[in-house]
């Protein structure tokens, strides 16, 4: 059976992993900077890759942050006049009924 070639030729350097395991920005950031795949970032970043590079690295707290809608506008919600609204709905149901 012959052997398959890898599509995958290019090789990150030490530094560049370093950069990538010690980097705040998103995997979708870093994996964009690096030309790389977000899931090499989540390997590199968890130490399942390169662990021998990373090892005596410390690990750099990581914050999820939210995405913010851009453009839409978040409305208040009155629950009581919502379930006050939903009740009145429901009896006049059970009147007709």
């Known amino acids: ?4 070639k890898s599509r995958h030729t290019r090789k990150l350097s030490p530094a560049q992993v370093r950069a990538i395991f010690t980097s705040r ?26 662990a021998a590079i990373t090892k005596a690295i410390r690990k750099p707290r990581r914050t999820r942050t939210v995405k913010r809608m851009s453009g839409q506008v978040r409305s208040s919600i009155d629950i009581d006049k919502l379930a006050d609204a939903i009740v009145k709905r429901l009896i006049a149901r059970l009147r007709r009924g």
């Not at 920005?25 to 390169?50: C, G, M, P, T």
């Open 1 to 4: 059976m012959a052997r398959r």
């Open 25 to 50: 920005d998103s995997a979708v950031e870093v994996a964009k900077k690096f030309k790389v795949s977000q899931n090499l970032v989540y390997l590199i970043w968890s130490r399942r890759v390169h």
